[in-house]
């Protein structure tokens, strides 16, 4: 029996539900009262209910016939295609669906309609660079959804790749990369592949297509998110292949256009095409989404989710009434929190909450994603269960750190760096992050926090460009250790 995930089991489903966010609740159902809405956009970071917003909305204006007048997109590769990823580091080659199961097994899985999502730690695949360098990128969502049917595409040395055909691939185009449905390939066309993962494009090969078949499948698909990125290599025969399918100019100018240009069902005006991190979406993908905005006005309205308003063009944004959403407070996602543990008979103390309230940074997805994972050890959940399965440490224990290192005693920093990293699973950019976190908790000098936070942005550029993560941080110990000395001599102002 598959465990419900509890994201969406405890999802609000009406706007009264929603915390934390009265001002915005307030508006929405001011719309639902007239029973019509302007186009929306929902700006903020993740896990404040800009998605609940969207969905409880759609359910108080449409009722029953909700989900028939309200649009998402996915599109996907199948399970086994291959894809090069490093995890926790350590790199192998892996299928989509070992891949989704491994991260299955650790983190829970987030349902939304048919999909289902899990957010990813510490998981890197390969990607490009505008100039052409191969370069490790985070990933920050593996998605699965079921499909009907999928395009086998066989290629030269009897490659495959299986994938949706909506799905996008990479060619070559005037010199330049260019994305298109795999739809529209043909045999006779190329498809890139490098010849080394060290290799620029002036050495790319071309694969050429023999064959593009249609099959009939009922089985899993999946995909993965790459932020600002949109490629990845996957494959046996690491075909370029481009991860924002979903939000680029050819679904917006045929499935977002065909869904808005019928009329809706039931005695409504509009229907809802909701796009989920639109500021992913491509600048041409969102001037063609500019001009349907436009020409369906009369039967379709679209909520529009970002993390970041600015990626949005101004022409959408001057069309869309804005609203922005805050991080939930730690009040909101305590009540929140403890509900579920009342009604899951789950037993938390109270190092347990401040553990979890720590983590989820205002982020209820997170707090309750963290909830549901500790749940599986047992009904008795204490903070130190809390930041193992977290891959945290305690802040005090980082704080700890920061100050042997400060006051000189580089060694005992470093031996307690390395027994947090072992015993807590971290990897350098987990580290990095707390460290940085914990800085302005430190009693030191207002000067000495400025010169502190701009030394650990540089070591977390290093670690994320590829760096050795260990020694990045030992280099970072004996910084602060050095760095410690001035602030004691007073070069920083006093304490």
């Known amino acids: 029996m598959v465990e419900t995930i509890w994201v969406e089991k405890y999802r609000p489903k009406r706007l009264d539900e929603i915390l934390g966010q009265e001002e915005i609740v307030a508006r929405l159902k001011s719309y639902v ?12 970071p993740p896990g404040t209910g800009k998605t609940t917003a969207a969905l409880a909305l759609a359910r108080e204006l449409y009722g029953e016939n909700w989900r028939q007048n309200f649009l998402e997109l996915n599109a996907s590769v199948s399970g086994d295609t291959l894809i090069d990823v490093r995890v926790n580091d350590k790199r192998c080659e892996i299928t989509f669906e070992e891949l989704f199961e491994l991260f299955k097994e650790k983190y829970p899985t ?82 890139l592949s490098p010849n080394g993962y060290e290799k620029s494009f002036g050495e790319l090969r071309f694969l050429r297509i023999r064959d593009v078949r249609i099959i009939d499948r009922n089985e899993f698909v999946y995909d993965i998110s790459v932020p600002n990125n949109e490629m990845f290599l996957a494959g046996d025969a690491s075909i370029l292949l481009h991860n924002s399918d979903e939000r680029g ?71 869309c009434v804005i609203f922005r959403f805050k991080p939930l407070s730690d009040e909101h996602i305590r009540k929140r929190i403890l509900y579920i543990a009342q ?86 950019e987990d580290v990095i992050t707390q460290l940085h976190r914990e800085t302005f908790a430190l009693k030191i000098p207002e000067r000495a926090k400025i010169e502190l936070v701009n030394i650990i942005g540089e070591f977390d550029y290093r670690i994320r460009e590829g760096s050795n993560e260990l020694i990045q941080l030992e280099a970072l110990l004996a910084f602060l250790t050095k760095f410690g000395e001035d602030v004691r001599k007073g070069k920083y102002g006093k304490i």
């Open 343 to 428: 009604q899951e008979g789950l037993k938390l103390t109270e190092d347990a909450i401040k553990a979890i309230l720590y983590i989820a940074e205002g982020d209820m997805r997170k707090a309750i994603n963290v909830l549901q994972a500790a749940s599986a050890y047992g009904k008795e959940i204490d903070g130190d269960l809390i930041y193992k399965i977290t891959s945290r440490a305690r802040p005090e224990i980082i704080r700890e750190i920061i100050v042997l290192a400060l006051n000189g005693h580089f060694t005992k920093a470093r031996e307690k760096l390395r027994e947090v990293m072992i015993t807590y699973g971290m990897s350098g």
């Open 110 to 191: 987030i349902k939304v309609f048919d999909a289902e999502y899990i957010r990813t730690k510490n998981l890197k695949v390969l990607s490009v660079r505008e100039n052409g360098e191969i370069k490790w990128f985070n990933a920050s969502f593996i998605i699965r959804h079921k499909a009907n049917k999928i395009l086998e595409i066989t290629l030269e040395d009897n490659y495959k790749l299986k994938l949706t055909g909506n799905h996008s691939v990479i060619i070559l185009k005037n010199g330049k990369l260019h994305a298109i449905s795999a739809s529209e390939l043909k045999p006779g066309d190329s498809l």
């Open 33 to 44: 009262a007239s029973k019509s809405i302007p186009n929306l956009l929902f700006a903020g």
């Open 249 to 319: 100019i050819d679904v917006v100018r045929s499935r977002i256009k065909d869904f808005a240009r019928t009329l809706p069902i039931g005695d409504f005006s509009h229907k809802i095409v909701f796009l989920d991190e639109a500021d992913a979406m491509t600048k041409d993908a969102q001037q063609a989404l500019r001009r349907i905005m436009e020409m369906f006005a009369s039967t379709c309205r679209f909520i529009l989710s970002c993390n970041y308003s600015s990626k949005i063009i101004e022409p959408i944004q001057s069309r």
